[in-house]
């Protein structure tokens, strides 16, 4: 299957900063990208989707001031963090979809804390 | 409402046993897919199979099987002679082709295989 990588795979930081997360989709070209955050013992819950040079659509109660998501090319988009807080902890998690078909390709996922 | 439902939340087998995960869905497309994923606790998603709503024949990998009853709506995955490495979250998903590449996946259920 098709490989999408993230960076960093772990990221600790003081609360009050910025921690940008980058999603890469490998060996194809990923029309959209998703990202999710999972709370511990829970399930993916989606952030948002955005399509390549596309404004990101955010789903209900997420703040879209708060995770900046740029998808500058169909191989990478980035999740920024901005003014963490302790309750931003948590495993996020993005995907790559081809443009094709209904299957999304997952990245490894990215556990940030925030102290 | 819930489109994925996995009412099982945490199942412990003893090693050798056998064990079946539950998936119900809900949707009112005529094609949609359908997906299991295994999350261990590194927490990278692992794709375990794609199952389109045409396509009603159980399928059988080494130790793990799935049966789509759509009549019951319900996706079930079976782990014949559990191993310890099997211990992971597992979760259902559904792909509905009126809504793209949009996932709805389910609660997830940790399954622990006691040695």
């Known amino acids: 299957g098709a490989v999408v990588s993230q960076h960093p795979s772990r990221v600790i930081c003081k609360s009050g900063t910025s921690v940008k997360i980058e999603c890469r989709s490998l060996?194809?070209?990923?029309?959209?990208m998703f990202w999710y955050r999972q709370f511990p013992k829970q399930s993916l819950m989606l952030m948002a989707t955005?399509?390549?040079?596309?404004?990101?659509?955010?789903e209900q109660g997420v703040e879209k001031d708060k995770f900046l998501i740029n998808h500058a090319s169909l191989t990478l988009s980035t999740l920024t963090v901005t003014s963490a807080h302790p309750e931003d902890s948590s495993f996020y998690i993005c995907?790559?979809?081809?443009?094709?078909?209904?299957?999304?390709?997952f990245g490894p996922g990215t556990r940030l804390t925030v102290l | 409402a819930q489109k994925v439902t996995q009412a099982q939340t945490e199942i412990s087998v003893v090693e050798k046993e056998d064990v079946t995960l539950d998936c119900v869905y809900e949707t009112r497309d005529t094609t949609y897919y359908l997906f299991w994923y295994k999350q261990p606790p590194s927490g990278e998603l692992v794709f375990l199979i794609r199952r389109n709503s045409f396509d009603e024949q159980n399928e059988i990998s080494g130790r793990y099987s799935w049966n789509f009853q759509k009549s019951t709506s319900s996706f079930n995955f079976t782990i014949t002679a559990s191993q310890v490495v099997d211990s992971a979250v597992y979760f259902c998903?559904?792909?509905?082709?009126?809504?793209?590449?949009?996932?709805?996946f389910g609660t997830g259920t940790s399954l622990t295989v006691i040695p």
């Open positions: 998903a559904l792909s509905e082709a009126n809504t793209g590449n949009q996932f709805y």
């Open positions: 995907s790559g979809w081809p443009g094709r078909g209904n299957e999304q390709f």
């Open positions: 955005s399509n390549e040079g596309s404004k990101a659509t955010y």
């Open positions: 060996d194809f070209q990923a029309t959209t």
